[in-house]
């Protein structure tokens, strides 16, 4: 994986990156038959890509590809709020697909320029989120869990009661900073569907994460496998594929999702409103969607893939993981998060603010 360096998380890595990058853009590029100028900006996760997945595109088509990160889908539509300041790509998550189409913050795809669509899985052809995939096409599919180090943990934590509600593991305990995805959890954890929570279980979540912060090590910014790899923490909230890579190199971590169910995300590929290159966009988008590409993508960042004709030629041991594609009961107990309007997010803001001031 990728190593950001010691003096930086993920978040200020995100920043400093995004700024490198655009900053570094004023210099003079030619222009392609197409009458843009050879390259692309692409605002993405980090680890998130694969190891030669840029340079190849750049060899096959001519266009440079300039990748910074951002740490959570908040920072991202933060930044493109105040107007797009040069991204041709982003990769929100489900909800945010939504939210951001909402808001005029993207512009429609033309799917006669993105042939590999047809690669698709047919499960992720029409989803809620984005009928007829107008705004997004899917880039992987993930499922939050509870990652945890087997020699430090007594037996399986398979209830989100061991990271959000009990002193089990007072000091050991690493949450998602993103706060619509831990109040989502905690409706779960109380027996609510993820998509209704009413102000009244918002509250009684809050109350039970106010009471649960003196046990938790840090809130962290997708970084979570990291800070579990290293030993800092023991247990984490974080995505299957996340842990996945860790897992890859150290035989005492495990992965979880718990019983009760879980919260389940699609993280999308999308052009911005205002993007410079929207050509070069529809180029990329349907290069990422490549059965050899999304193989290699997928080979390298052990999240699950949407892409059928990539799925095919990935190995058995990809394909049959229970970590990159989770089963069984607690699986038929999930579901994708909806975008529940601007006073849900603004409610959310102001429960999280609580549990951090607590």
Avoid at 55 to 71: E, I, L, N, Q
Avoid at 211 to 224: A, I, M, P, T, W
Wanted: glycine letters at 8%; a negative charge; one cysteine or more.
């Amino acid at each position: 994986m990728p190593d950001s360096g010691p003096d930086l998380s993920r978040r200020s890595f995100g920043g400093l990156a995004a700024a490198l990058v655009l900053d570094g853009c004023s210099r003079a590029f030619p222009k392609g038959a197409n009458g843009e100028e050879q390259r692309l900006n692409f605002y993405n996760w980090d680890t998130y890509i694969g190891e030669t997945t840029l340079g190849d595109f750049s060899k096959a088509t001519g266009v440079d590809v300039r990748m910074s990160h951002y740490a959570n889908n908040d920072e991202l539509f933060a930044r493109l709020r105040a107007g797009n300041p040069g991204f041709d790509v982003i990769v929100p998550s489900n909800e945010f697909v939504t939210r951001l189409q909402i808001s005029g913050m993207l512009s429609p795809l033309d799917h006669a320029r993105i042939p590999n669509r047809a690669n698709l899985a047919p499960e992720f052809v029409d989803v809620p989120y984005d009928p007829g995939r107008r705004w997004s096409m899917p880039y992987t599919w993930l499922a939050l869990g509870i990652g945890y180090r087997k020699s430090q943990v007594d037996g399986v934590p398979d209830s989100w009661k061991w990271v959000l509600d009990s002193d089990r593991y007072s000091g050991r305990i690493g949450l998602l900073a993103e706060g619509d995805d831990l109040i989502r959890l905690g409706a779960k954890y109380l027996g609510h569907s993820v998509n209704a929570v009413t102000p009244a279980i918002m509250e009684q979540v809050t109350q039970m994460l106010i009471r649960q912060k003196r046990h938790v090590k840090l809130f962290h910014h997708d970084e979570g496998q990291d800070l579990l790899a290293s030993g800092e923490i023991d247990l984490v909230v974080e995505y299957n594929g996340d842990i996945a890579q860790v897992m890859a190199d150290d035989d005492d971590l495990a992965f979880v999702i718990p019983r009760e169910g879980t919260l389940i995300n699609s993280d999308c590929l999308c052009v911005p409103t205002g993007a410079p290159r929207p050509d070069n966009a529809h180029r990329f988008i349907n290069y990422l969607l490549d059965a050899q590409v999304g193989a290699d993508i997928a080979n390298s960042i052990r999240f699950p893939t949407p892409n059928a004709a990539a799925l095919a030629l990935m190995p058995e041991e990809y394909r049959t993981n229970q970590v990159i594609f989770p089963s069984g009961s607690a699986m038929a107990k999930s579901g994708y998060g909806r975008f529940q309007g601007i006073g849900h997010i603004r409610a959310v803001e102001e429960a999280i603010t609580r549990v951090m001031a607590a």
